[in-house]
């Protein structure tokens, strides 16, 4: 039966659409009408053989997709949705040498080896330096004169010298890094004027400074996380071009969702003054995960059914491609009490902000809670005054919910 409030032509990965809001009324009306739906897209449309993909918008649905990944692949044709409208289906495989687009077992060769860089240990030994970057970076904007742009002055900041620090990337070369990565996602926004061959160009350049640093680790070896994962020569050990995909994942994962989880996270506390006045006062170790939760970063990814299966009583055929829209899914009534309401006390807080679990759950969770959970307290201790000075100006993608720029001053 098709849901009455769903306009013909409607697709969930139309970037004009992200680029205004989140269309979180459509996925309430599919999420109660039709949980799985068919989204009709002309033939061959960025690169995918086919007419269209199943929305998934349930969290139920979402969550069964990402932890069957015999049935639903990342690999057959990547886990993003929908790429630029000129990309060649050879670029487009190009791309499954990232851990994002692999499947079992490469995926778990791989990711065995580069979870090494998130352990407990390993994060705890990162805390001390980014409690102290976090601090620095609200110090310096609150010597900001008048308003400031949020996103470039603090939101960038901490994610960009966490990834730096982690795996040893001189600090001096994080503007690189926040470049390079801009340019790989940001195909769609015009106002940027990144062609599909500038974003190739700009994960070429990455992935080729990754590979040199690679190079130099096993030429000689430091007691660094590179050297821990480049220079074994053995199986536990990644070759360089591992590492410069690994590098590229970091760079987009690692970087532009915490941003914008953060950027997204203090427009949400300046237009909840309640919420931000309670975290000033009481710190609550949930906030964290309520502002991935209620930002959703990762609008959307994409699995492929790998064999004919049943999905939210919709019959999936071998090869169709299944959107999975993780925004729909946080905000699932089923799950969450009030999911509209921004509530930093919310527990238990079963998001999928971080994905559905499965092979694919973020490597990085731990570092991007911490990371939050720094960033505001600094922003807390330093800003508490903080205010809106303009809108924000959201970025035009078909499956990144992301902030180019937000307005504030310190109060």
């Given amino acids: 039966m098709p849901c009455p409030a769903l306009p013909d032509g409607f697709d969930f990965t139309d970037p004009d659409l992200l680029h205004h809001r989140v269309p979180l009324p459509e996925y309430a009306e599919l999420r109660k009408a039709e949980p799985v739906r068919w989204i009709a897209q002309p033939h061959g449309l960025a690169g995918f053989d086919d007419d269209g993909y199943w929305a998934v918008t349930r969290h139920a649905d979402v969550k069964y997709v990402s932890t069957h990944p015999e049935l639903f692949s990342s690999y057959l044709n990547t886990a993003i949705i929908r790429f630029g409208e000129h990309i060649e289906r050879d670029a487009i495989d190009a ?68 990834i730096a620090e982690l795996i040893g990337i001189p600090q001096d070369d994080r503007a690189k890094i926040f470049d390079w990565s801009n340019k790989m996602i940001s195909y769609d926004d015009p106002e940027y004027a990144i062609t599909e061959e500038v974003g190739q160009e700009s994960a070429t350049e990455l992935i080729a400074y990754a590979m040199n640093m690679a190079a130099d680790r096993k030429q000689c070896p430091a007691k660094d996380i590179v050297t821990t994962l480049v220079a074994a020569e053995d199986e536990g050990s990644l070759a360089s071009d591992e590492f410069g995909f690994f590098v590229l994942m970091l760079a987009v994962a690692g970087n532009e969702t915490t941003r914008n989880a953060i950027t997204h996270g203090m427009h949400a506390f300046l237009t909840h003054p309640d919420q931000w006045e309670l975290y000033k006062r009481e710190r609550p170790a949930t906030a964290a995960e309520e502002i991935v939760r209620f930002a959703t970063p990762v609008n959307s990814f994409q699995r492929t059914a790998t064999q004919d299966t049943e999905l939210g009583g919709q019959r999936i055929r071998k090869g169709d491609r299944v959107g999975l829209f ?86």
Wanted: aromatic share 6%.
């Fill in 326 to 411: 993780y925004a729909a899914a946080n905000h699932d009534p089923e799950v969450f009490e009030n999911p509209d309401v921004l509530d930093i006390t919310r527990d238990p807080n079963p998001h999928l902000g971080f994905g559905g679990g499965g092979p694919h759950f973020c490597l990085g969770k731990s570092l991007a809670v911490l990371e939050i959970d720094l960033i505001f307290n600094a922003i807390a201790d330093a800003l508490p005054n903080l205010r809106l000075a303009g809108d924000p100006r959201r970025l035009r993608s078909a499956w990144i919910n992301g902030v180019k720029e937000l307005q504030v001053s310190a109060g």
């Fill in 95 to 162: 791309q499954r040498l990232i851990l994002l687009n692999m499947d079992p077992p490469e995926h778990t060769r791989v990711r065995q080896i580069v979870q090494r860089v998130f352990t407990p240990r390993a994060i705890r030994a990162l805390e001390d330096a980014l409690h102290t970057r976090a601090r620095n970076i609200a110090q310096e904007a609150l010597a900001q004169p008048g308003s400031f742009d949020f996103v470039t002055q603090v939101a960038c900041e901490l994610p960009l010298q966490a």
